[in-house]
């Protein structure tokens, strides 16, 4: 065989190979959620994808708040597009991707994007096929969503592959994420649910908190939570906001940032098979099951 043609030959073989990755790859889709709003969902969703991506992971962030959507704020950027223009005003996917620290991507929700839960099948998959490449270019898709039990938010829940419910150790909070919880029931996979608490006075007392309320989680509803650590309350994450900067990049040496980066090696940690990356449903999965329910 010529040296021109095994070369050929070569460049087909690789190319089929990098094929075969690619086919195989998914995003892994984390939804964070909690029962009752203002805990810290959205400082948590922002400096765990930076800190993520500081890692090497491929992150984007998903603003699912469509009443009060901030992420890019606390990314200290500001969005120009929206999810929504990928149909209105046929954006392509890179059009709507904002960049922000650390290369950290991002797609805000938009106002009117509840609009999507009432779309017909044709423009669905335009969307979802719009969106597909992320599968290929996001190692890891976390979707912030609003506050409160309504549908949307479980719609979201159920359809990514894992959820993380943030908490803060009042009781008017567990009371909302035992709600939250019981909610899911029968709609979400048990084994995809962790819980991080969050501004917490004291470690030892937010543990023993977090203890009763794992236990009773499992003795009555019957779900075990994984639990990924807790954040303290640290005004060092009151200032950053008010910097609209992530506290991570702002105070890196801060109480807060150090336990983010705790959880995300616990996050990375609960699955050693993620670089294979074939259990996960990616993006074209969780916006089937969240558009069409299917
Ligand atoms: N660990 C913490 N220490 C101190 N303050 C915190 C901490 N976490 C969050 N906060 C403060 O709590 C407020 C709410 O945080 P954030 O916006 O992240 O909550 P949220 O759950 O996303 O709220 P919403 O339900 O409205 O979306 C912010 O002003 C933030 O500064
Ligand atoms: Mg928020």
Do not use: W
Not at 141 to 154: F, H, M, Q
Not at 223 to 228: D, Q, T, Y
């Amino acid at each position: 065989m010529a040296i021109g043609d095994q070369a050929e030959r070569l460049r087909s073989i690789i190319s089929d190979l990098r094929l075969q990755h690619d086919e195989q790859f998914n995003s892994r889709t984390i939804t964070i959620t909690s029962g009752k709003g203002g805990v810290g969902k959205t400082n948590i969703t922002v400096n765990l994808a930076i800190c993520l991506a500081m890692r090497g992971f491929r992150t984007v962030i998903l603003d699912a708040d469509f009443g009060l959507s901030n992420v890019d704020v606390m990314l200290g950027t500001v969005s120009r597009y929206s999810f929504v223009d990928l149909l209105k005003n046929d954006k392509r996917l890179e059009d709507i991707l904002g960049i922000g620290p650390a290369g950290v991507r991002f797609i805000s929700g938009g106002s009117g994007a509840i609009e999507l839960l009432n779309m017909d099948k044709r423009q669905l998959d335009s969307i979802i096929d719009k969106m597909a490449s992320l599968d290929k270019t996001a190692d890891i898709i976390l979707v912030d969503t609003g506050a409160g039990i309504t549908p949307s938010v479980t719609r979201f829940m159920q359809a990514s592959d894992e959820v993380i419910l943030v908490v803060t150790p009042e009781p008017a909070s567990l009371t909302d994420a035992y709600a939250l919880v019981k909610s899911s029931i029968g709609l979400i996979e048990q084994s995809k649910m962790h819980i991080v608490f969050n501004r917490v006075a004291d470690i030892r007392e937010a543990k023993d908190t977090e203890d009763r309320f794992l236990t009773t989680v499992e003795r009555f509803l019957g779900v075990r939570v994984n639990s990924l650590g807790c954040v303290n309350h640290d005004n060092a994450v009151l200032k950053a906001v008010k910097k609209q900067q992530p506290f991570i990049l702002e105070y890196p040496q801060c109480k807060a940032a150090e336990q983010i980066r705790t959880i995300a090696d616990a996050l990375l940690g609960t699955n050693k098979t993620y670089s294979i990356g074939r259990s996960y449903n990616g993006i074209r999965g969780f916006l089937n099951r969240l558009l069409k329910g299917a």
